[in-house]
């Protein structure tokens, strides 16, 4: 039996929308079993990144662009990292936490894979749930 293709998504977040919150609620209502993200244009009033290494997040207000947003989804849990830059271009990026609110909009295209289904378990090679990777 031939692998299904790969299927795109497309959604646009509207202000005050949470961006990983409603990301994470889009790929388990549409039950995507493995995705990335390809594309995200938009723009922030609030952000919560964890910066590399860190225990917590650090939050902000103001009016940031996003810059890019990359990582994989799965109804089994997502890995996000964003960039995002201020007025003056000054950009900053990171692990993609709750409390990132859409100031005017974020449209996003993310790719669902019709070969492969991604779990998050604990492996040992770390204290983190890991991206697991297992072929339909």
């Not at 299927?7 to 079993?33: E, T």
């Not at 990144?49 to 996003?66: L, M, S, V, W, Y």
């Not at 960039?83 to 859409?102: A, P, Q, R």
Request: glycine residues 10%.
């Amino acid at each position: 039996m031939p692998a299904k293709k790969d299927s795109s998504h497309v959604l646009r977040l509207l202000p005050g929308a949470d961006l990983k919150g409603a990301i994470q609620d889009f790929v388990n209502k549409k039950d995507i079993k493995a995705g990335w993200i390809l594309s995200c244009a938009g723009s922030l009033i609030e952000y919560s990144i964890r910066f590399a290494n860190q225990p917590a997040a650090f939050k902000d207000t103001g009016h940031f662009e996003i810059v890019s947003l990359s990582g994989t989804v799965s109804i089994s849990g997502s890995h996000l990292h964003i960039s995002i830059s201020d007025s003056n271009g000054k950009t900053i990026g990171g692990h993609l936490m709750e409390g990132c609110k859409v100031y005017t909009t974020a449209e996003i295209v993310l790719i669902e894979s019709g070969k492969y289904i991604f779990a998050r378990e604990r492996d040992g090679s770390t204290s983190w749930r890991e991206l697991q990777v297992t072929k339909k």
